[in-house]
């Protein structure tokens, strides 16, 4: 099982960032997505999640209307584009997957990707 984020990069404020996350070694389109942030001794932040279907979506009330995950699961790939971005969310994101559902928590999903880096500066 493997996620592989990409995509970030550093921006100015008010600039849009495109991230994607490519999964392999499953069966993609059982699984709930979820992208997850974390900056240098902050816990791991919810920020989006997708059901398997892409049917549904959530969003932390910090990235609601500027942020907007989706899926392709005939490309086994996770997006989420990012719009309006601020310094504040500057972090390390994350993808990860779990079987079934889509949650806010981190604990429920199962598998990770590497972290990438969006830098966003004022």
């Known amino acids: 099982v493997q996620l592989q984020a990409s995509g970030g990069g550093l921006v100015q404020a008010g600039d849009s960032l495109r991230l994607s996350c490519a999964a392999s070694?499953?069966?993609?389109?059982?699984?709930?997505m979820g992208w997850f942030r974390q900056t240098t001794g902050k816990e791991r932040e919810f920020v989006a999640a997708?059901?398997?279907?892409?049917?549904?979506?959530y969003y932390s009330d910090s990235v609601k209307g500027r942020f907007t995950i989706s899926r392709d699961n005939a490309r086994k790939a996770l997006y989420l584009q990012m719009s309006s971005l601020k310094p504040e969310d500057t972090a390390a994101y994350y993808c990860?997957?779990?079987?079934?559902?889509?949650?806010?928590?981190?604990?429920?999903?199962?598998?990770w990707g590497q972290g990438t880096l969006v830098t966003v500066s004022s």
């Open positions: 990860a997957a779990q079987k079934g559902l889509a949650t806010r928590s981190w604990l429920d999903y199962d598998c």
């Open positions: 070694g499953f069966t993609f389109s059982d699984y709930g």
């Open positions: 997708v059901t398997w279907s892409g049917g549904s979506t």
